[in-house]
């Protein structure tokens, strides 16, 4: 393991204390965790009942994270985190023109994230006034005309239209229909930065760009193989079908470099019995501390051990393992993928992996004994330089047994935002291949645009040659969650036009273009009424099932509007008349743009309006779960990885390969709070985790403050400082601190090869001192 990271003094016994976490995830602390948002927020009245109603049929769908709303839902169908985030929409706290009037732009810059959101919710919309470095209030029309004026002038291949995971089916249909219309295809979403992998890599191997697994399948797995995603923090209510499936004997084989209390062990905070015994349920059944992008080469063990069982066990003359009747009819490649996983030597696997060949071949041996598999991941798989890769290794793995495509197996990518499944399958996205253009163009009578559009990524490329003039932002954080961010936040400001869609202010907002407008809109539980009476809006979640969200809770001012009826707003002003764009109907009434998505993606949405109210939501379908591959080849791709490690960068004496992670307490860069409660740590963000063996052989002590610099063999400068030593358990060569703070340390260039989301899991970096 890493033995080039080693130098040559000796370790001694007198190594720290790693922190932990004692307790369980769930429990009282989940409570306790959900209260102190509550005391300090002090939401308004009804807040208690907006929970009530929290991802039911009919209710409020979480804006939170985009687990999947059971069928029959819990009395409490909201987990801690998605708690947070109501209470956070809901807060009684606002950011009225007053408080601009207070203070310039420039002196805002100096203030954390965590205050900026703190001041509470965006009330009136707001122009950037260069004379006073402030931004002021101004009316809607103002807002719109002003815009309307910049893109005019602008041409539309050099603006942006990001959107952030968040907005309603209908408004990002209403949004990309915008920007093509406009004239691009920039449609750059969130997902570029963290599921993209998945759209890419999982589409090139199994024809579909999502996840095939339904929540149902829960109940019925054996096994699940379980890569890169912390549920405790980041989908809590994944927790329960988790402990249902270990009482009912399945095994769950989690690879991470962390050792994540979520998936160690869990006290259901709805399980009276288990509130008062305080007896966890233990959730991993074994937990390899993988090294970062270690995960090709622990599946390439894993697939290598299968194949050694199944000769093993034919050369005895029992049954294969292998399911040689689906590899015969549904796969491709099989033959060549195997002769690599014999051909590749444990001693590769144990190096780049970290793991030892006895675990993996025991994690095996469950995968092998298991009837069926769900093999699940998140940003641990996908962050990663050859992430398409290792997704890539996990497809293989399951095919080799048929676990894809039938009750109980299949791949189940855990995706972020609520709605950013649902946005890309509307037609945001910047690969015109991916949308129906041709139906399109009949729809609307006009002529699409054909080109590829700006990626994540590209986009930022663009900004900063000066290409791109003109930055929209649907929700979100662009800049404070994208790679090289000093470099990118410099760049930024020669943008001619800046349009931040928002529900509270943030960084972005004040790295502005020389034209910008703030232009505050509804959050998800509020009550949004139109011409036609209160709207539901719609969204999809990991599991391709699609529901509706009715907000009930008075606006936090009468000034906002929806964001449909903002980016309405702004294409009418902008565009020219055409009969067929009904803005102003599509505003006054939702059911009529789920109509036009109905009439786009017929097979996925017909009768759309008469299903967004079934219980557990209505499935849009996925053919890979039907054993339909819509690959080049017509069946499912076994792929041969070019490498054993996703990592860009490989060791080299006194680098480290930094994980950018999560806090238990906020939402990306919206911070909730300064704990971490389930890794054990609180009090501040900007602390280094390394582990002790590594911290002695750096000469480090708890407590020392550090620079992180940037390792990634180019001229650039990067760094991140006052970075606090804290003891960790994780594989030896690997450190971690939190994202956003750590983004300056992510290289632009550094993403995956395939889809170019930033490799935000092995960053190379070195400390200075
Ligand atoms: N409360 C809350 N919920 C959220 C979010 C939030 O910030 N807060 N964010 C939302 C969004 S947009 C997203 S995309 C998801 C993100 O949810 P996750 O996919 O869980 O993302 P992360 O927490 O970034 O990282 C996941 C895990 O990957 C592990 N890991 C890092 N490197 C590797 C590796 O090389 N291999 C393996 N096997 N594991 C690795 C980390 O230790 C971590 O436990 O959550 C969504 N839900
Ligand atoms: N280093 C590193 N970088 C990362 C990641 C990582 O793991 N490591 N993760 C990446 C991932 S997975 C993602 S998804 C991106 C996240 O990138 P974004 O999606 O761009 O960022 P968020 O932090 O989710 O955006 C928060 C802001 O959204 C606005 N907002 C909140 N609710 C609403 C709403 O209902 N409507 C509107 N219009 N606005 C709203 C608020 O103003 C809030 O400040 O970051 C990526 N960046
Ligand atoms: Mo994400």
New binding site residues.
Partial sequence: MNDDLTNDRPLDDDLATPREYGGSSGGFGSVEGMAKVMRREMPSPGVAETLMRQNKAEGYMC?SCAWGKPKHPHTFEFCENGAKATIW?LTRDRCTPDFFAQHTVTELREWADFDL?MVGRLTAPLRYDAPTDKYVECSWDEAFTGIAKELNALDPKSVIF?A????SLESSYLYALTARFYGNNNLPD??N???ETTSVGLKNVIGSPVGTCTLEDFDHCDAIFYFGQNPGTNSPRFLHPLQDAVRRGCKIITFNPVREIGLVRFIDPQSPVQMLTQQPTQLSHMYLQVRPGGDIAAIMGLCKHVVAVDDARTAAGDPSVLDHGFIDQHTHGFDAFIAQARATGWDEIERHSGLKRADLEAAADVYVAAERVIGVYG?GLT?HVHGTQSIGMLVNLMLMRGNIGRQGAGMSPVR??SN?QGQRTVGISEKPELVPLDKLATMFDFEPPRDTGHTTVDACEGIRDGSVKGFI??????V????DREIMEKAWQHQQLTV???????RSHLIHGRVSYVLP????PEEDVQASGPQTVTIEDSFSHIYGSVGRRTPASDTLLS?LAIVAGIAQATLPANPKWRWDEWTADYGLVRDLIAETYPEEFHDFNARMFEAGGFYRGNAAHDRIWKTDSGKAEFTHPTTMTALGIGDAPGRFHLI???SNDQ????IYGFDDRLRGLSGSRLILLMNPRDMQREGLKEGDIVTLAGDADDDTRRAVEGLKITPYDLPDGCVGGY??E??PL?PLWYHDEASKT?A??G?PVRIDR
């Fill in positions: 804006a929409d959101e990001y952030s995971g968040k907005a969130s997902s930065m963290c599921h940003m962050q972020g935002h950013v932002s649907l929700g979100g954080n662009f404070r969650a994208i790679p931040y869609i928002a529900t509270k202010l943030n809109c509804l959050a998800r964001e950018t992670m999560r939402f990306n860069t919206t994202y956003p750590m983004n992510v930033p935000s899991k960053v």
